[in-house]
C-alpha cells in the first residue's frame, strides 16, 4: 500500500513513519510525506494512478478537495464522518484502517499483523521504571516506552514521580493537578472516577496521556504508595491499556516489598554501576523474572565494546538492554521524543515482554 501523509506537523509524521519502519507493517506499507497539499499535487507521484493509494492530509481545500482523501485532525470533536481520522490514536488502529479501505473494505492482506481491541478490554499493564542511581536514564527510558505503547495500544498513561520532576511529557488541558487528584480518590473515589480527565490529559506530539504535576514540587513528598496503588486502580478501571510509573529511587523499597503494584519493572544502572554489589536486595530484585535490567552508558562505547568488558567481568545478573551514550542536546524534550537508537531497544524490549505482550503484536 502506498500511504501519503500531508501535514505540517514533521514531528507527527516522523512519529507515524518510524513506527511502520520498525514495525512489522513495514514489509506491507510505503510512506510518502509531503507538507502541504500543493506540495503534494506538484509532485510526479499525484500524477501516477495507483489502486492502492491512500492519502491522509491534516488540511484539504475544501474549493479543491483531494478525490478520496482522508482528513487527519487532533480534535476528537472534528471526528465529523466517516473520512475523519484522529491522529492521537494507536498507529496501529490507523494502519490497519487504511489497509482496510485499500483492500475495499476487506481483510488485511495475509501475513500482515492485525490490531486486536482485545488489549484495551484486559486490565491495564503497569510497567515501573526506576534505577537506585540519579541520572541514569530512567526519565528518558520510561518517555520512550509511552510513546512506542501510545503507538501499539490504547490509552497509555505517563506519571512521572520524582521529587524534583520535569514534565517532558505534560498534557495540554488538565483542569487540576495531582495533589487535587490524590485528594479526590482519598475523599470522593467515584467523583474522581467520573470527572477524570479534569486530571488527566494528552500530550499531542505524543499521543500519551499524563497527569499535571503540581506547581509546587515539594507536594510530591506526601505521595505515598498507597497512593501510587491507588492511581493504578482509578486508570485501569476507566480502561487505560499500560500505565508506566517513571519512579525515583526512594521508590525502590516499596517495589521491592511489593507495595507498588507492578506487571513488569525495568530497573535503569549506569554501567560502571551495574553489578550492585553495594545493594544486596537490588540485585536479588534484579534477578527476578518479571524484571529487566537495563544498563546505560555514560560515554560514546560501542555495543561490542560493552559486551567485550562485560563476558570479561563474569557478571552474574543477565543484562536485558544496553542503552547507548546519547549526547546531550539544547533541547532535551526534542532529544527525548527524536532518538531512534533508543526507540529501537525499547521496541525489541517491548516485543519480548511477557507482560507487554510484545506491544499487541504489531511490531
Same mark, same amino acid.
Not at 106 to 127: D, H, L, N, Q
Not at 216 to 232: I, K, Q, S, Y
Not at 336 to 345: K, S
Given at each position: 500500500?502506498?500511504?501519503?501523509?500531508?501535514?505540517?506537523?514533521?514531528?507527527?509524521?516522523?512519529?507515524?513513519?518510524?513506527?511502520?519502519?520498525?514495525?512489522?507493517?513495514?514489509?506491507?506499507?510505503?510512506?510518502?510525506?509531503?507538507?502541504?497539499?500543493?506540495?503534494?499535487?506538484?509532485?510526479?507521484?499525484?500524477?501516477?494512478?495507483?489502486?492502492?493509494?491512500?492519502?491522509?492530509?491534516?488540511?484539504?481545500?475544501?474549493? !479543491?478537495?483531494? =478525490?478520496?482523501? #482522508? %482528513?487527519?485532525?487532533?480534535?476528537?470533536?472534528?471526528? *465529523?464522518?466517516?473520512? $475523519?481520522?484522529?491522529?492521537?490514536?494507536?498507529?496501529?488502529?490507523?494502519?490497519?484502517?487504511?489497509?482496510?479501505?485499500?483492500?475495499?473494505?476487506?481483510?488485511?492482506?495475509?501475513?500482515?499483523?492485525?490490531?486486536?481491541?482485545?488489549?484495551?478490554?484486559?486490565?491495564?499493564?503497569?510497567?515501573?521504571?526506576?534505577?537506585?542511581?540519579?541520572?541514569?536514564?530512567?526519565?528518558?527510558?520510561?518517555?520512550?516506552?509511552?510513546?512506542?505503547?501510545?503507538?501499539?495500544?490504547?490509552?497509555?498513561?505517563?506519571?512521572?514521580?520524582?521529587?524534583?520532576?520535569?514534565?517532558?511529557?505534560?498534557?495540554?488541558?488538565?483542569?487540576?493537578?495531582?495533589?487535587?487528584?490524590?485528594?479526590?480518590?482519598?475523599?470522593?473515589? !467515584?467523583?474522581? =472516577?467520573?470527572? #477524570? %480527565?479534569?486530571?488527566?490529559?494528552?500530550?499531542?506530539? *505524543?499521543?500519551?496521556? $499524563?497527569?499535571?504535576?503540581?506547581?509546587?514540587?515539594?507536594?510530591?513528598?506526601?505521595?505515598?504508595?498507597?497512593?501510587?496503588?491507588?492511581?493504578?486502580?482509578?486508570?485501569?478501571?476507566?480502561?487505560?491499556?499500560?500505565?508506566?510509573?517513571?519512579?525515583?529511587?526512594?521508590?525502590?523499597?516499596?517495589?521491592?516489598?511489593?507495595?507498588?503494584?507492578?506487571?513488569?519493572?525495568?530497573?535503569?544502572?549506569?554501567?560502571?554501576?551495574?553489578?550492585?554489589?553495594?545493594?544486596?536486595?537490588?540485585?536479588?530484585?534484579?534477578?527476578?523474572?518479571?524484571?529487566?535490567?537495563?544498563?546505560?552508558?555514560?560515554?560514546?562505547?560501542?555495543?561490542?565494546?560493552?559486551?567485550?568488558?562485560?563476558?570479561?567481568?563474569?557478571? !552474574?545478573?543477565?543484562?536485558?538492554?544496553?542503552?547507548?551514550?546519547?549526547?546531550?542536546?539544547?533541547?532535551?524534550?526534542?532529544?527525548?521524543?527524536?532518538?531512534?537508537?533508543?526507540?529501537?531497544?525499547?521496541?525489541?524490549?517491548?516485543?519480548?515482554?511477557?507482560?507487554?505482550?510484545?506491544?499487541?503484536?504489531?511490531?
Amino acid at each position: 500500500m502506498e500511504l501519503v501523509l500531508i501535514s505540517g506537523n514533521t514531528r507527527y509524521m516522523e512519529r507515524l513513519e518510524r513506527y511502520v519502519r520498525t514495525s512489522a507493517w513495514r514489509d506491507h506499507i510505503r510512506i510518502h510525506r509531503f507538507t502541504s497539499v500543493d506540495q503534494y499535487r506538484a509532485s510526479d507521484l499525484a500524477l501516477a494512478e495507483n489502486s492502492k493509494r491512500v492519502i491522509l492530509a491534516e488540511t484539504v481545500d475544501q474549493s !479543491a478537495p483531494i =478525490e478520496g482523501a #482522508w %482528513r487527519l485532525t487532533s480534535d476528537r470533536r472534528q471526528e *465529523t464522518d466517516d473520512r $475523519s481520522v484522529f491522529m492521537f490514536q494507536p498507529a496501529s488502529q490507523i494502519i490497519e484502517m487504511m489497509l482496510r479501505h485499500a483492500s475495499g473494505q476487506e481483510a488485511a492482506p495475509a501475513g500482515t499483523p492485525s490490531f486486536s481491541a482485545k488489549g484495551e478490554r484486559e486490565s491495564a499493564k503497569v510497567v515501573c521504571v526506576v534505577s537506585p542511581f540519579g541520572g541514569a536514564g530512567v526519565t528518558t527510558i520510561a518517555c520512550a516506552l509511552s510513546r512506542l505503547m501510545a503507538l501499539r495500544r490504547g490509552k497509555v498513561l505517563y506519571v512521572q514521580l520524582s521529587l524534583y520532576p520535569e514534565p517532558f511529557i505534560a498534557p495540554e488541558d488538565a483542569q487540576y493537578d495531582l495533589s487535587r487528584l490524590i485528594y479526590m480518590l482519598t475523599a470522593r473515589p !467515584a467523583e474522581a =472516577e467520573q470527572n #477524570w %480527565r479534569q486530571y488527566c490529559g494528552i500530550h499531542p506530539p *505524543t499521543g500519551v496521556y $499524563s497527569i499535571r504535576l503540581p506547581a509546587m514540587r515539594r507536594d510530591l513528598r506526601d505521595v505515598t504508595a498507597e497512593h501510587v496503588a491507588g492511581l493504578c486502580e482509578l486508570f485501569r478501571r476507566i480502561g487505560f491499556a499500560t500505565i508506566v510509573f517513571d519512579l525515583a529511587a526512594h521508590w525502590l523499597d516499596d517495589l521491592i516489598e511489593g507495595r507498588i503494584p507492578y506487571d513488569e519493572c525495568w530497573l535503569v544502572c549506569p554501567w560502571k554501576k551495574r553489578r550492585l554489589a553495594k545493594f544486596p536486595q537490588v540485585r536479588e530484585f534484579a534477578g527476578k523474572r518479571d524484571v529487566k535490567l537495563i544498563v546505560t552508558s555514560g560515554r560514546p562505547f560501542g555495543y561490542e565494546d560493552h559486551m567485550t568488558e562485560f563476558r570479561l567481568a563474569d557478571e !552474574a545478573l543477565e543484562i536485558d538492554a544496553i542503552v547507548p551514550w546519547v549526547p546531550d542536546s539544547a533541547d532535551s524534550e526534542d532529544s527525548l521524543v527524536t532518538d531512534e537508537r533508543i526507540d529501537a531497544i525499547v521496541s525489541r524490549l517491548v516485543r519480548e515482554s511477557i507482560a507487554l505482550k510484545g506491544g499487541d503484536a504489531v511490531g
